[in-house]
Each structure stands twice: as structure tokens, then as C-alpha cells.
């Protein structure tokens, strides 16, 4: 399993013999250094061609119990990559097809990874196993329940809605064939996660503050 973390370096510089005043210099402070790093416009519209163009994943599910097994077929779509939310459609091409919509407020994401499905308890049904070719999935986990879900089943071309009001999750997940793309992905979600999370005001004066 690969994990995206984040990581923070550092630095300690010992000093021996003491300490010592030492005569000081005004000097200038040296230039910033441009951020030559992606804007959240740029990463956002990076994961929105990555995700649009994964096409159609099949996985296999089998029962432990008699072996019985079924195989899904599932499409993803872009539905919002507009500034700190990421809106997507997952649509199952099965005989009774449905389409689920999820949507993260990608400031509240706490941990993002990558694994092959069936190897984390993440990606696992109980008393299921998945055989056949690998499918890795992204998974972006949040403190709370604010990965905002609806299910809409399609019958004789008429839509109806599982839950009149979309329930709430802790976690939502993108499913590749290439371990390699949802790494980059995950990179890419994280720097945006990054970005976001530097964005959010956290102590913002609220309405009926004095000061």
C-alpha cells in the first residue's frame, strides 16, 4: 500500500564552545523565492483530465461463503472541479444501472492513499475477496461527515432518488487500473488539499462578534 503523507522537515544547528556576541551587519534580506509550484486552477484541472479520463473500470466481487460472484462495471465523471470542491458521478452500467454523486470540500481532507482494492480495510466488503486484474483506489478520508452522497436509480429512462436528502460520509473513493496515475493523482489532490486548507479562514470574526 502507498500512502500520501505529508512530511516536515526539520533543521538543528549546534553551536559549540558556547555562545558569543558577534558583531552585526545590516545587510539586505534576500529575495523570495518565486512559488514555482501549481496553482489551485492548474492542479484542480489536472485532476479533473486524470479522473475524466480513467473510462470505464470493471471489478469482480466473490462471496467467500458459496463463491458466488459479481462483476461491476462503473463510469466516472466530473461533475465540479471549481476551486476547493471536488464533484464526481460515478455511474454503474449494470441491468438496473444507478449513478451516485459525491462531493468533497477538499479543505476537511485528513489523509489521502492508495491502495490495490481488497488489500485495505477500506476497500474491503466483509466476506468478500476481489479477484482478477488489480484496481487500486484513491481514498480521501475526512474528520467528519461532510463527503456529501446521493443515489439515483434509472428505470425505463425515469430517475428516482434513493434519499430525498443527500446522506453524509467520511470518506470518498476514485477507483484506477494504473497504481502509477493514482499516485500522481493522489500528489496532485494533496497539494490542492494544501492549498485549500492555507486558503480557509480559521478565525474569522463572525457576525455577531463585537470584535
Request: include cysteine; charge should be neutral; hydrophobic fraction near 40%.
Amino acid at each position: 500500500m502507498q500512502v500520501v503523507v505529508r512530511i516536515a522537515f526539520a533543521g538543528v544547528l549546534a553551536l559549540g564552545g558556547g555562545l558569543r556576541a558577534v558583531p552585526q551587519q545590516a545587510v539586505p534580506p534576500p529575495p523570495n523565492p518565486a512559488d514555482s509550484s501549481p496553482t489551485l486552477a492548474v492542479t484542480m484541472q489536472f485532476i479533473q483530465d486524470k479522473l475524466s479520463g480513467i473510462g470505464d473500470i470493471s471489478y469482480t466481487q466473490q462471496a467467500q461463503a458459496d463463491g458466488s460472484s459479481h462483476t461491476f462495471h462503473l463510469r466516472l465523471s466530473v461533475t465540479d472541479a471549481s476551486s476547493c470542491m471536488l464533484g464526481t458521478t460515478v455511474t454503474d452500467l449494470d441491468s438496473r444501472p444507478f449513478f451516485t454523486t459525491t462531493t468533497v470540500p477538499l479543505k476537511d481532507v485528513e489523509t489521502i492513499g492508495v491502495s490495490r482494492l481488497g488489500s485495505d480495510p477500506q476497500t474491503v466488503a466483509s466476506g468478500f475477496t476481489y479477484p482478477g486484474p488489480p484496481v487500486f483506489a484513491l481514498i480521501l478520508s475526512v474528520p467528519k461527515y461532510t463527503v456529501s452522497n446521493a443515489r439515483v436509480w434509472i428505470s425505463d429512462n425515469k430517475k428516482h432518488t434513493r434519499n430525498e436528502n443527500p446522506y453524509k460520509g467520511n470518506a470518498a473513493s476514485y477507483l484506477f487500473t494504473e497504481e502509477d496515475l493514482a499516485n500522481r493523482v493522489a500528489k496532485a489532490m494533496l497539494h490542492a488539499v494544501e492549498l485549500c486548507s492555507a486558503a480557509a479562514p480559521t478565525n474569522a470574526k463572525k457576525p455577531n462578534e463585537p470584535f
